[in-house]
């Protein structure tokens, strides 16, 4: 019957553990696209942070953060403002 307690208690414990670590994956993956969206907004109001952002983008496109590249957070950041410009443009 003790075994079988630790044993639960064994498992619960690496559950917490899998959870936790699984939503510090979502925070990493949301502070890392909320640099890339002020980064972005920057660059669009200044043309020299822009250029020189864009040589840091390409030194560290491979970069992967829980799984997802770099180059694939700044792609969304750069596909949403055009698509919000298209359709502003629009309408």
Known sequence: MLQAHI???CVVTTLLLVYSARIM??????????V???????????????????V???SLASLEVAGVKLRNIVLLAVQ????????????
């Open 7 to 9: 044993l639960g208690c």
């Open 56 to 58: 840091a983008y390409g």
């Open 25 to 34: 994956i979502v925070i990493v993956l949301l502070q890392c696209r909320l």
């Open 36 to 54: 890339v969206q002020c980064l972005h907004e920057r660059s669009l109001e200044d043309r020299q942070f822009g250029m020189k952002a864009a």
């Open 80 to 91: 949403k403002d055009f698509l919000g410009k298209t359709f502003r443009n629009q309408v």
